[in-house]
């Protein structure tokens, strides 16, 4: 079983960056795809990010695409989400997780990052 603690959320101001850290506390199937989620509120938590974790490909939903970089230290089992150019629009909470690639995730949800971004 794996289980993620994400960090690095705060406070900013649009345009802005924030560094976001997912990390890992056990063994990540290697065919597997770690994956951020936002979940803003009174809203469904969707896929904004996606790595494979053998490969490092990497894929983006179209609101945060040439904004965020998804990338990973397999060493230190961890994911990272840079965030630059914030906007009001990504404030939610951020979530990692993982699986088959265009699989639900399987690992129970942690607790997440709070993101928000206001002047």
């Known amino acids: 079983q794996v289980q993620f603690v994400e960090s690095g959320g705060g406070l900013v101001q649009p345009g802005e960056s924030l560094r976001l850290s997912c990390a890992a506390s056990?063994?990540?199937?290697?065919?597997?795809?770690v994956r951020w989620y936002r979940q803003a509120p009174g809203k469904e938590r969707d896929v904004v990010a996606v790595i494979s974790w053998i490969g490092g490909t990497t894929n983006y939903a179209s609101p945060v695409k040439g904004r965020f970089t998804i990338s990973r230290d397999s060493a230190k089992n961890t994911v990272y989400l840079q965030m630059n150019s914030l906007k009001p629009e990504d404030t939610a909470l951020y979530y990692c997780n993982a699986g088959p690639p265009t699989r639900p995730p399987l690992y129970a949800w942690g607790q997440g990052t709070r993101v928000t971004v206001s002047s």
């Open positions: 056990g063994r990540i199937t290697g065919t597997y795809s």
